[in-house]
């Protein structure tokens, strides 16, 4: 299974932007996708996942702004961002559970910076 995830970029404080992640490979089903982020202090963190039954998990950092969603067909999961603030900074990594293993895609930089 590989993972290849778009949208890095640089971004102003409040505004807005997107990730994506398509799986592809071998794929027979697909448990969970979901974005995790690399800080400087803390290590990786989780922001938000989708189940496959569609349920979501979100860090509390996440709740209000940043919203999941997934197109099956596709194999595609996306990230939301809204309201950027400077200490969303990080390298985004998707990852996304097939068949009970984890897979992760190469990290995307989100710089939130006036």
């Known amino acids: 299974v590989q993972l290849q995830a778009l949208g890095e970029g640089l971004v102003q404080p409040g505004g807005s932007l997107r990730l994506s992640c398509a799986a592809s490979g071998t794929i027979s089903s697909i448990n969970s996708m979901g974005w995790y982020r690399q800080l400087p202090v803390n290590g990786r963190e989780l922001v938000i996942a989708i189940t496959s ?5 979100y860090a509390d950092s996440a709740k209000g702004r940043f919203t999941i969603s997934r197109n099956n067909t596709k194999n595609t999961v996306y990230l939301q961002m809204n309201s ?14 097939v068949s009970g293993r984890d897979y992760w895609g190469k990290g995307t930089l989100v710089t939130v910076s006036s």
Not at 53 to 57: A, D, E
């Open 53 to 57: 039954g569609g349920g979501t998990v």
């Open 84 to 97: 950027l603030k400077p200490e969303d900074t990080a390298v985004y990594f998707c990852k996304v559970k």
